[in-house]
Nanobody, 121 residues
Framework: QVQLVESGGGLVQAGDSLRLSCAAS????????MGWFRQAPGKERMFVAA????????FTTASLKGRFAISRDNAKNTVYLQMNSLKSEDTAVYYC??????????????WGPGTQVTVSS
């Protein structure tokens, strides 16, 4: 089993950048692909980005590509989400997840509690 805790969220202004972190503990971090998802108020949870176990392969959803980037440091048991040029529509709770590499939430077995990102315009 793996435990995940996100950090780095907060209140920022439109155009700002923010980097989210997700620290993992428990079973071997590098055994899992990692993903970031987000859920805005009144909306379904949405896939943001995924990264393979080694970090050599990444995938970011098309609508966020160019502004968001996922990375990981297996030595630190941490996955990151770099978010640039933030917009008000990026306001959401952001979750990290561990599981199989995909864009579907159903393939991720472990989830963090989430971190709130609020972008003011």
């Amino acid at each position: 089993q793996v435990q995940l805790v996100e950090s780095g969220g907060g209140l920022v202004q439109a155009g700002d950048s923010l980097r989210l972190s997700c620290a993992a503990s428990g079973r071997t971090f590098s055994s899992y692909a990692m993903g970031w998802f987000r859920q805005a108020p009144g909306k379904e949870r949405m896939f943001v980005a995924a990264i393979s176990r080694s970090g050599s392969v990444t995938f970011t959803t098309a609508s966020l590509k160019g502004r968001f980037a996922i990375s990981r440091d297996n030595a630190k048991n941490t996955v990151y989400l770099q978010m640039n040029s933030l917009k008000s529509e990026d306001t959401a709770v952001y979750y990290c997840a561990a599981g199989a590499y995909s864009g579907s939430a159903s393939t991720y077995n472990y989830w963090g509690p989430g971190t709130q990102v609020t972008v003011s315009s």
